[in-house]
């Protein structure tokens, strides 16, 4: 229940949002305005910032307003400028700061409106009825605006003396006077920040705040990121992908991450030619050298390494190294699931139905494969990482030049962004991907002539790989 809760503030309450609050009895709507958290551990905190920022860099460079669309980030999201924080789940209550907004209420019986300065103000006058006899009822409508600020509806006379003083509703709508002198009251108005016209809406409708959050299945293996930001030049990345194609034997694979880099293929050359050397020395000749060498040349990881690299670098056809990134972060995230902590595969399922129905195995194996997947097994204790990481206003697409990406106010001497991590279960269901290519061409979406070149496994799953990058 505990973590629930937690789970719960990341998506409805975050810093920013109205949101319902009863206390005593009464409800208000009240202004989330800040968490009081702590250090998020025991997650690969790494990873997580580095995919929120590339996030907010996509955001970023998807607004035509560029740098200027998003607010109140650093400008790297990582481990340097960036703390990942979950709010305090002992004292739920205290880890969210709230205060009563709009601070705008309105008699029931005489329309009279009562604007509070602030907070205390409101504390001390919560329970004083109207002269009428009447009680105040706060009026939960909030003005707002796509570049993200937002403040509680404060209708106001024109008149510069009368200001906030004598405003009365009339009727149930958002039609307010000055008693003192007959005007209508102001409601719009504009944006103080970028000019615009702002927007009246319920402060509890969910159209003027929209989250930005992320799931991800948790990387314990932080060996894996150390390589990955070692290697330069999309080396890491294609190692990865490398490893997927089985182009290089998971001992090595396993070697290199434990390394953390990849033996440069100079340093290896420079053994080489002293090893030649040697051979020269002892009258070795030139053919049995070369022979040798080539031998050592094979088995030396390295080169194998590199050569996996090569053929990653021939089959995919992308521009920039970056767009590997992703599918390298969707590998390890599959690696992860294949090897969770605690797997049911199909077969072990029989073998447990067999035990429950007197000897009668059933074939899930057969229906899988007839179903058209390859493999499907349930993975349980898998890590997955929610995380919350900013908020737009009225708009959620970044296409709308005023719209900005909004980070959390900080809370320590880092920016931040929350998180929590759960350990769920799923069911991971692979699809044989030759029942996609028959599925695809069947149903007219690619012809004859786009189909892999090379039909073996290895071919095939390039194939996909090559139309992800693609895309
Ligand atoms: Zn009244
Ligand atoms: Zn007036
Ligand atoms: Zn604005």
Redesign the pocket.
Known sequence: MMSRGVHQALYRYLPGSWVDFTQNGVSYAVRVDSWNSVQLTNINNKRLLRVANQRVMDFRNASPAGPMAVVGFPNVINEENCAVLTPKVSEQIGAIRTSVNPLLFV?D????VKQYYDYSEFRRNEHKR?????HFKQLRMISFCECGYAVGLSPFCATKEHGRKYIVRRGSGLDFVCSKCGKNAVIQRNCPECHHKLEIKAALDSAHYFPFTLSLIDLLDKRKDIFLENETNGQGEKIVIGQYLALLPKSEYKEIIENGKMTQNDEFEELLRKKAEQFRNVGIDEVTISTLIEAERKVNAGVKAFAAIGQVEQGLSYTSNDELKPIAEEILEYDELVHAKVILSLEDAECDAEIVNDGIKPDYVGIAKALGFSNVQICSSVPIVFAAYGYTRKEREPSNEGVKLHGFPQEMEKKNIYATRLETEGVLFELDRRKVLNWLLDNGLIQNDDLPQDMSDYGIKMWFLDIIVRH
């Open positions: 008699c019986g005489c329309g009279k109207c002269e009428c006899g009447s």
